[in-house]
């Protein structure tokens, strides 16, 4: 069901992830985007499968992420089981014509994006531990100011506010198919939820 409910995401994530690699097979990749959605749906608060439930059964993440890594965990090792195995006869190879950054720039980001990825989670768990709020709060509320915060700090506010006003005025003309299908898995939850299927 997570899957479903994330269809929404994957294409975003693609399409990022395609315009930021100079090369790479593009079967291969979604593959790899499957499986890294598969191993988040599982526990991470930011997946709108987790938030669901948090919401619908009046949990907080506590409760039910304990399981989820445990269960993300054994999804991980599969994963790396299969992995050498998961070949394409095709693999469809795109090469985009940007430049190419020097190496120890792209190590410099790519430590700023894992840092931000683990203070953005810690802070996630921290204050739906100590605030009066649920995970669905705390998630809406760090999504709108840390993004502001971590700009501030690397010098970037004016730029980024700039960007992200642009980009906000077009979301809703390009994306409306995934925002359609968020809105929909909302109902769906909700209706599932007051099903007897929800009550088992």
């Keep these: 069901m997570g899957s479903l409910l994330n269809l929404g995401s994957m294409p975003l994530v693609h399409k990022i992830g395609s315009e930021s690699f100079t090369s790479f097979e593009n079967k ?18 930011y997946f709108v499968n987790v938030a669901l439930i948090l919401v619908l059964y009046d949990l907080s993440w506590t409760d039910i992420g304990g399981f989820g890594l445990i269960m993300g965990a054994c999804y991980s090792v599969i994963v ?30 790519l430590r700023l994006f894992l840092l931000f990825v683990v203070i953005l989670l810690l802070l996630s768990f921290l204050l739906e531990m ?6 669905l709060t705390v998630v809406v509320l760090l999504g709108l100011l840390y993004p502001l915060i971590w700009a501030a700090v690397l010098n970037m506010f004016r730029s980024y506010v700039e960007e ?5 005025s077009w979301s809703f003309k390009r994306l409306y198919n995934e925002l359609g299908i968020f809105i929909t898995a909302g109902f769906f939850g909700e209706a599932l939820s007051l099903s007897p299927a929800g009550k088992c």
Excluded: Y
């Design 164 to 168: 992200a006003h642009e980009e906000i």
């Design 80 to 109: 790396a089981l299969f992995f050498r195995s998961s070949v394409f006869s095709d693999p469809d190879e795109r090469v985009n014509r940007s430049e190419n950054k020097a190496p120890a720039a792209q190590q410099k980001q």
């Design 130 to 135: 100590t605030l009066p709020f649920g995970m």
């Design 28 to 45: 291969r990749f979604g593959l790899l985007i499957i499986r890294g959605f598969g191993f988040c749906m599982l526990w991470s608060p």
